[in-house]
C-alpha cells in the first residue's frame, strides 16, 4: 500500500462527494455532525472556538490549515488572525473555499493549494500555527509521522500545532449521512457492515483508513504531547463531538 495510492482514494471519495452533494449531506460526508438541536453555524462556532482556545491564536499570526477540505475552519482561521493558508489533496473543495473566502470579501484567507500534507510547499518556520483536523485517520502510520515532522519543520519557535482527529477505531464518522437513514435497530448492523467494508478495503491495500486513539499520538508520534479528548458518543451514535485533539507546542 502507497501513501499515494491511498490519498488518490480519498481525494476521489471527497472530490465526488463534493460535487454530488447537497450542503447538508455534503458537510456530514466531510465528518461535521451537529449535536441534539444545534446548526451548522452553532457546530462551527462550537469547534472554532475549542480550536481558538486550544491554539491561543493572536491577532498577528501566520496560520497553516492542512487537509483544509473546503476550508471552514482556514475562513474563520483567517478572520482571527493576520492570515490562512489551507492546503489540501482535493480539488473541488479548494475550489469552494476559495469561492467562499471571496464572497466573505475574506482576504486573510490567503489562498487554498493543493498539497499532499506529508509534503508542504513551504519554507521552513513558516508559521506560527498550524491545524491539521480530521485527516490522519486517512495516513498510514510511516505518512502519519512524515506529517508530524512536516508541522515541526513548518512551525516558528515557540509555534503551536493542533491535531484533531476521530477518537474511536473503526468507527465510521464519515459514514454518519447514510447511517442517519437507517431504523435505529439495524444501526449496529450497518456499523459493522461499513466497518468490514473499510476493513477489506485497508487489507487489500486499496486504502487507508486507520484511526490513532490519543495514545498512540502521545506515545508514539508526540510524546509529551497535551491531549484533550472532547466529548464522546451521543445516543449511541457518532458526532462531532467524538473527536479529540492533540495539541504540541513547539519550545522557544
Ligand atoms: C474529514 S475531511 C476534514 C476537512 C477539514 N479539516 C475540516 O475539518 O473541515 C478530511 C480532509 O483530508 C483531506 N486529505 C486526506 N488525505 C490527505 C493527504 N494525504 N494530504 C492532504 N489532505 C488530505 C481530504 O481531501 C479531506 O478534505
Redo the contacts with the bound molecule.
Keep these: 500500500m502507497t ?1 499515494e495510492k491511498s ?1 488518490q482514494y ?2 476521489n471519495f ?1 472530490d465526488a462527494r463534493a460535487r454530488r452533494n447537497t450542503a447538508g449531506s455534503f458537510m456530514r460526508a ?3 455532525h451537529p449535536a441534539d438541536g444545534e446548526d451548522y453555524d452553532g457546530l462551527f462556532k462550537r469547534l472554532f472556538g475549542h480550536i481558538e482556545q486550544s491554539l491561543d491564536l493572536d491577532a498577528d499570526h501566520d496560520v497553516l ?6 476550508g ?2 482556514t475562513r474563520l482561521l483567517g478572520k482571527r488572525t493576520a492570515g490562512a493558508i489551507g ?4 480539488k473541488v ?1 479548494l475550489e469552494k473555499g476559495a469561492v467562499l473566502a471571496q464572497e466573505e470579501d475574506l482576504p486573510q484567507a490567503r489562498g487554498f493549494l493543493q ?4 509534503a508542504q510547499p513551504f519554507p521552513d518556520a513558516s508559521f506560527d500555527r498550524v491545524l491539521c ?3 490522519f485517520f ?2 498510514d502510520r510511516a ?1 502519519a509521522e512524515t506529517v508530524v515532522a512536516e508541522v515541526q519543520r513548518l512551525l516558528r519557535p515557540g509555534g503551536k500545532a493542533l491535531f484533531g482527529d476521530v477518537l474511536h477505531p473503526g468507527r465510521m464518522h ?1 459514514e454518519r449521512s447514510y447511517l442517519a437513514k437507517v431504523p435505529r435497530p439495524l444501526y449496529p448492523v450497518l456499523n459493522w457492515a461499513l466497518r468490514l467494508k473499510t476493513w477489506m478495503a485497508t487489507a487489500s491495500g486499496r486504502v487507508v483508513y486507520q484511526a490513532y486513539g490519543p495514545s498512540y499520538f502521545k506515545r508514539r508520534l508526540l510524546p509529551g504531547a497535551t491531549c484533550v479528548t472532547m466529548e464522546g458518543m451521543r445516543d449511541g451514535r457518532p458526532n462531532n463531538k467524538s473527536r479529540y485533539d492533540i495539541l504540541i507546542t513547539l519550545a522557544e
Design positions: 501513501n490519498a480519498w481525494a471527497y466531510l465528518g461535521y490549515d492542512i487537509a483544509c477540505g473546503y471552514v475552519m492546503t489540501d489533496l482535493t473543495l498539497a499532499n500534507a506529508v483536523y480530521g485527516m486517512h495516513l505518512s464519515y
